[in-house]
């Protein structure tokens, strides 16, 4: 079979996408440089470097100003420190325009938010400037032990129903997987207005040097090992959940995006992989995609997408199990 043949185009929050892989937000998407790499080496969309609603509403300079905080918020003290606070929202709209007019992918705005707040405005104004899709990078960390899970759930709903009433632009929502019931969360997410859900963020990690008794920051890059959380929660969720689904973390070859697509995810997002080895890295594993789907007699993703998602009849052992018993008697 001619790979030419193979169809590798997917719908991910109602866009075309000419093949699954999708850079994440990140610094390789910050810059209109980045984005022309990225689309070059082949994306299939790329998420924009986040904005921070901590920009957006001025309260920046208090942000950065304040180490301790720096300290456990890495991604608003790197964008800082890389693209400075002044006039952030001006350059950030900029960037949508011109990355619009220079490359044929889709192009996914993301906001870094903790509360519908005044930054809200932001969300017109990048549709304004033609992104395609608005991502929302959401995570409240349940830190504060005055608040109940509810109310820290609920800020999500209202986040999503807040953009929903400015924009109409499909709008994709990135969470963590640390909610006490994150099944019944995810399906509610799905159904509240949003395109799409990206699952999971990958937070940044404190950590403490101990010869300087210190604060820093564990290491920012993924492991291939890390895909295993995601791809549970992509199998268990894709026939349940009425939204497109994405995956992120731990994606770094073409065995992961597979895998990611067999549980039944529509998209994946890679930084991580593409820091390690440059975005070239998206030519290898769309060749590897490719080859695979040649092996197996695949003409098209959604040949095999979803194959193996949780199915209550069929596989339900493997994704619902979490403790060792039966593996424990085979190695012990
Ligand atoms: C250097 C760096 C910067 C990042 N910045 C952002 C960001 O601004 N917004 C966001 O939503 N995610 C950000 N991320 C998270 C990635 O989009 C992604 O979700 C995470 O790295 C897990 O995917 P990976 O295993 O492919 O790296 C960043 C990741 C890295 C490594």
């Known amino acids: 079979m001619s790979p030419k043949k193979l169809d590798l185009s997917v719908r991910y929050l109602g866009l075309s996408l000419e093949n699954p892989l999708i850079v994440g937000s990140c610094g390789l998407t910050g810059s209109i440089e ?19 609603e901590e920009q957006i509403s001025h309260e920046v300079a208090r942000l950065s100003a304040d180490s301790a905080a720096s300290a456990w918020h890495p991604e608003a ?3 800082i420190e890389a693209y400075g606070w002044e006039d952030a929202v001006g350059r950030y709209l900029d960037l949508i325009r011109t990355a619009k007019r220079s490359v044929g992918i889709p192009i996914i705005a993301s906001v870094h938010c903790v509360s519908p707040g005044s930054w809200l405005e932001f969300a ?21 032990s005055r608040r109940s899970g509810p109310e820290n759930e609920q800020v999500y709903f209202d986040l999503v129903r807040e953009v929903r009433a400015r924009v109409a632009l499909p709008i994709a929502l990135k969470i963590g997987p640390f909610f006490s019931s994150l099944s019944q969360m995810i399906e509610r997410l799905s159904r509240s207005g949003v395109a799409g859900l990206v699952l999971f963020n990958r937070f940044q990690q404190p950590d403490i040097d101990i010869e300087k008794m210190q604060l820093s920051s564990a290491p920012p890059f993924s492991s291939p090992s890390e895909l295993a959380l995601p791809l549970r929660w992509i199998a268990l969720m894709a026939n349940v959940a009425p939204c497109d689904l994405a995956a992120t973390t731990g994606i770094h070859d073409g065995a992961g995006v597979i895998k990611q697509l067999l549980a039944g995810a529509n998209a994946v997002q890679l930084a991580s992989a593409l820091y390690r080895h440059g975005p070239e890295h998206l030519g290898t594993i769309l060749g590897d995609v490719r080859a695979w789907m040649e092996r197996h007699e695949f003409v098209s993703i959604d040949a095999f ?11 339900a052992a493997a994704y619902e199990r979490v403790q060792f018993m039966k593996l424990s008697t085979s190695i012990e």
């Open 305 to 315: 997408r979803g194959r193996l998602a949780h199915d209550p009849a069929h596989n």
């Open 124 to 144: 017109k104004r990048v549709a304004d400037e033609g992104a395609d899709a608005l991502e929302l990078n959401a995570f409240v960390l349940p830190s504060d």
């Open 34 to 52: 980045g984005i022309e790499e990225c689309a070059r080496a082949g994306a299939g969309a790329v998420v924009l470097k986040s904005l921070f």
């Open 77 to 79: 003290a790197e964008y």
